[in-house]
C-alpha cells in the first residue's frame, strides 16, 4: 500500500471518540466528494474483500473469523459480518466498518480511504461545485505541495552533491555523527548562502513571486527577492502521508544573532498545532510499540530513529495542543516524554499535559541526565542502554508536577494549599469511565504525598467534578449523585457496588433500545406506527441516560424528519469516526434478544422471532429497568422527608409505578415477583 495515497488539498476530519454531533451525520461534503459519489462507493463495498487483503479470513457460520490486526493474538476474535458490513474484535475491543478499517489499518482520512475504494471499485469520484475562494485556498495548496517537493529535492542535491553543501553542512551532520543513510531517510537538505541561489531556480522553473513569499521559503530583502533559509541545514516536516508540508532551517554551529531555527510560517499547509515532526516516519513504529516518545528537536528525532528507536517525534519545544495529542492517539493511548534534565527541559515537559489527561492518554515522563539531549544521550550510551533508561526512569505525569510544586513551596502553607486545589483540579479532568481506577489511585497517591486526609482530598476532586459537569450542562439523577458519592466514600462497598450494578444494567437496556431503533426503525410495527415511533414515545416518557446514545437518538429523529426514511448504512458510513465505531460496536453487540430467554432479577421473559415482539420486549425490558431506577431514587427520598405532604407524595408516585410495572409484566406474560 502506498502511503501517499489521497487527495492532498483535503482537510482530515478530527473527531474524538464517540463525540457526535447532528451535522456530523451528513457526509463529507467538506471533502468536496458529492453524496452521489460517497453513496456509489458504500453500495459496492464488500467488506470481506477489503478487509480480506489485510487479514486472513475463514467462514465461520454466517460470519469470517481471522487474527486481529489491531493486537497481537494466536485465537482468533476479530468477527467480519457481510450482513451487517461490520467487523467487531471481541479481543481488543475495536468495531467499525470497511471506511474505518481502512482508516484505522492504513491510517488513512476518512476521503483518503473514500478515494482507495472508489479506485479498488472503478468509480468515478465527483466533486461539488465549490466557491471561487474555496477553488482557490485548493489551488494554493496544491501549489505549495508541488513546490515544497521542488525545494526539498533541490536542498538534498545541494546537500549531497555540492561542493558548498559537502564542505559545510554534510561534514558538520558527519560530525553531530548522522550516516547519510538516516539523512537521506528524513530527506535532510541544505540550502546555500548565497542570497538567492534556491529563489532564482524556483523562478527558472515557473513559481510565481507570490507563491515563493507565501511558502516561507524566499522573503523580500531591500525590494530583492531572497532566500529565507540559506546557508542553514533544511529538515522537510511531512505529513501523516508522507508529504512535505514545510521545513525547519537550522543554523551551522552556535547562533549569534540569528536564531537558531527558522520554521515555515503558517499556510494552508503547515498549521504549527497540527504538526508532529517525525510522524509520518515514526507512526508504524508508535503503533507497533504502543508508546509515543516525544522530544523537543529535529535532531533529537533523528539520532533516536537512527539508533533504531523509531517510535519518536517531536513537537518543537512548543507547548502540545490538542491536536497534536490527538494525532498521537491515532496511533497509541501511551505518551511518554523525554526532555533535558534542566529548570527549562522540566518547564516544557509539564506544559499542556492536562489536555493529555482530558485525551485518556497515559503520561509519563522521562529527564535525561547530566546535561545530555535525547539526540547526545543516545549517541553515548548507545540504543540498548537509552531504551533500558527509558523503561526504568518514566515518571507520572502528576506525581512528579506535585513533587515539584512541594519542592518550591517548601514550608509555605498558603502555597502548599494552592498546590492541594491545582493537584485536585489536575486529577478531576481524568474525566473517562474507563479511567476511574487510575484517578482513585491518583488521589491516593497524592494525598500520602501532601500528608492530607484521602477522604477530604476525594472530596475536593469531586467538587471540581460537578464544577466541570456543571459547566458542560451535564446533568445527573439526584439517587446516581448519591451513589456516586458513596463509591468514593470508605465504608459504601455495598452500596458502591449497588450504583455500578445499576448503571451497568441500565446501559446495556440503553444500548438495546438505540440498537433496535437503528436496525428496525422503518419497519412498520403496527399498521399505523413504525418501531421509531413507538420508541420515541418511550424514550419521551424514560430517558437515555448515556449522553452518546442520547446523541444518536436525535440525529436520528433530525434525520427522519429531513429525509423520511432511513436505514443502518445511514449510520455506519458518516464522516465520523467515532459515531461509525460506536454504532458498529451498537449492531455487532456480543448478546441478542433471539432465541433464548434472559433473565433480570424479578422477572422472567421469552421472547421468539417475530420483530413486533422483539421490539416490544425489548421497550418492556427498559422500561422496567428505569422503574427500578426510580424506585431507588424514591426510597432516597423517603429518607429525606421532613413533612406528612411530602411523604404521601411520594408513596403515591411509588404506587403508580407499581401499577405501571404489573401492567407492563402482564402484558409480557410474565409471573410479577417482588
Same mark, same amino acid.
Request: hydrophobic share 35%; glycine share 6%.
Given at each position: 500500500m502506498s502511503d501517499t495515497t489521497g487527495d492532498a488539498t483535503c482537510t482530515k476530519a478530527g473527531y474524538k471518540k464517540n463525540e457526535f454531533s447532528l451535522q456530523a451525520f451528513t457526509f463529507a461534503t467538506h471533502a468536496m466528494i458529492t453524496p452521489q459519489t460517497i453513496q456509489t462507493i458504500t453500495s459496492r463495498i464488500d467488506i470481506i474483500d477489503v478487509v480480506g487483503e489485510f487479514v486472513k479470513l475463514k467462514k465461520r457460520g454466517a460470519n469470517y473469523l481471522g487474527l486481529c490486526p489491531f493486537h497481537g493474538e494466536k485465537t482468533p476474535s476479530f468477527t467480519v459480518s457481510p450482513a451487517k458490513e461490520i467487523y467487531k474484535c471481541f479481543g481488543c475491543g475495536r468495531s467499525g466498518n470497511t471506511i474505518t478499517f481502512l482508516m484505522e489499518h492504513e491510517k488513512y482520512s476518512y476521503v483518503e480511504a473514500l478515494r482507495w475504494l472508489a479506485a479498488r471499485y472503478n468509480v468515478e469520484v465527483e466533486e461539488t461545485v465549490v466557491s471561487d475562494e474555496?477553488?482557490?485556498?485548493?489551488?494554493?495548496?496544491?501549489?505549495?505541495?508541488?513546490?515544497n517537493s521542488f525545494a526539498q529535492k533541490y536542498f538534498a542535491s545541494q546537500l549531497f552533491e555540492s561542493e558548498e553543501g559537502k564542505d559545510i553542512a554534510l561534514s558538520y551532520l558527519?560530525?553531530?555523527?548522522?550516516?547519510?543513510?538516516?539523512?537521506?531517510?528524513?530527506?535532510?537538505?541544505?540550502?546555500?548562502?548565497?542570497?538567492?541561489a534556491f529563489a532564482s531556480h524556483a523562478l527558472q522553473n515557473q513559481f510565481s513571486k507570490e507563491l515563493l513569499l507565501r511558502s516561507g521559503l524566499a522573503a523580500v530583502r531591500n525590494e530583492e527577492l531572497v532566500d529565507n533559509y540559506r546557508g542553514r541545514i533544511i529538515f522537510p516536516v511531512h505529513n501523516t502521508s508522507g508529504k512535505v508540508i514545510g521545513f525547519g532551517a537550522r543554523v551551522i554551529g552556535k547562533a549569534d544573532k540569528a536564531p537558531k531555527y527558522i520554521n515555515t510560517p503558517e499556510n494552508e499547509l503547515y498549521i504549527k498545532s497540527k504538526i508532529l515532526y517525525g510522524i509520518y516516519f515514526a507512526r508504524m513504529a508508535i503503533d507497533k510499540a504502543d508508546e509515543c516518545l516525544l522530544v523537543e528537536g529535529y535532531t533529537d528525532v533523528m539520532s533516536l530513529h537512527q539508533a533504531g528507536v523509531e517510535n519518536a517525534v517531536a513537537s518543537g519545544g512548543t507547548s502540545l495542543t490538542a491536536d497534536q495529542l490527538r494525532l498521537i492517539k491515532k496511533y497509541t493511548n501511551n505518551l511518554t516524554i523525554v526532555y533535558d534534565g534542566d529548570a527549562a527541559g522540566i518547564k516544557a515537559a509539564l506544559r499542556g499535559l492536562e489536555m493529555a489527561l482530558e485525551e485518556s492518554l497515559n503520561v509519563k515522563l522521562v529527564l535525561i541526565p547530566d546535561k545530555e539531549d535525547p539526540d547526545s544521550y543516545v549517541r553515548l550510551v548507545g540504543a540498548n542502554a537509552f531504551k533500558e533508561f527509558v523503561a526504568a526512569n518514566k515518571k507520572d505525569f502528576i506525581l512528579f508536577q506535585l513533587e515539584i510544586l512541594l519542592k518550591d513551596a517548601g514550608t509555605d502553607i498558603s502555597k502548599k494549599n494552592e498546590i492541594v486545589n491545582q493537584i485536585a483540579e489536575t486529577i478531576s479532568k481524568i474525566n473517562k469511565a474507563e479511567d476511574f481506577t487510575r484517578q482513585q489511585e491518583y488521589i491516593r497517591q497524592s494525598a500520602t504525598l501532601l500528608k492530607i486526609d484521602e477522604s477530604g482530598f476525594t472530596n475536593l476532586v469531586n467538587k471540581f467534578i460537578k464544577e466541570?459537569?456543571?459547566?458542560?450542562?451535564?446533568? !445527573?439523577?439526584?439517587? %446516581?449523585?448519591?451513589?456516586? #458519592? +458513596?463509591? /468514593? !466514600?470508605?465504608?459504601? %462497598?455495598?452500596?458502591?457496588? #449497588? +450504583?455500578? /450494578?445499576?448503571?451497568?444494567?441500565?446501559e446495556f437496556q440503553e444500548r438495546e433500545v438505540v440498537k433496535r431503533l437503528i436496525e428496525y426503525g422503518n419497519q412498520l410495527l403496527a399498521e399505523d406506527k413504525y418501531v421509531a415511533d413507538a420508541i420515541f414515545e418511550v424514550l419521551d416518557q424514560f430517558h437515555l441516560h448515556n449522553p452518546e446514545l442520547d446523541k444518536i437518538v436525535m440525529a436520528y429523529q433530525e434525520m427522519l424528519h429531513k429525509n423520511g426514511y432511513l436505514d443502518a448504512?445511514?449510520?455506519?458510513?458518516?464522516?465520523?469516526?467515532?459515531?461509525?465505531?460506536?454504532?458498529?460496536?451498537?449492531?455487532h453487540f456480543p448478546y441478542e434478544l433471539h432465541d433464548w430467554s434472559r433473565r433480570m432479577e424479578g422477572y422472567s421473559i421469552k421472547l421468539d422471532k417475530d420483530i413486533t415482539q422483539v421490539i416490544n420486549s425489548a421497550l418492556n425490558i427498559y422500561k422496567l429497568r428505569k422503574i427500578k431506577r426510580m424506585y431507588l431514587e424514591l426510597e432516597e427520598e423517603l429518607k429525606t422527608c421532613r413533612e406528612e405532604t411530602e411523604y404521601k407524595s411520594v408513596i403515591n408516585i411509588y404506587k403508580n409505578l407499581k401499577d405501571i410495572e404489573k401492567e407492563i409484566t402482564q402484558s409480557m406474560h410474565t409471573v410479577y415477583l417482588k
Open positions: 474555496v477553488r482557490e485556498q485548493q489551488k494554493a495548496a496544491d501549489s505549495l505541495f508541488i513546490l558527519e560530525e553531530r555523527g548522522f550516516g547519510e543513510d538516516i539523512m537521506k531517510h528524513f530527506q535532510v537538505g541544505y540550502n546555500p548562502s548565497s542570497r538567492n466541570r459537569l456543571s459547566k458542560e450542562e451535564k446533568k !445527573t439523577s439526584a439517587a %446516581e449523585a448519591k451513589l456516586f #458519592d +458513596a463509591a /468514593n !466514600t470508605q465504608g459504601n %462497598e455495598k452500596q458502591a457496588d #449497588d +450504583a455500578i /450494578n445499576l448503571l451497568m444494567e441500565d448504512k445511514t449510520f455506519l458510513y458518516s464522516d465520523n469516526t467515532g459515531m461509525n465505531a460506536f454504532v458498529a460496536g451498537l449492531l
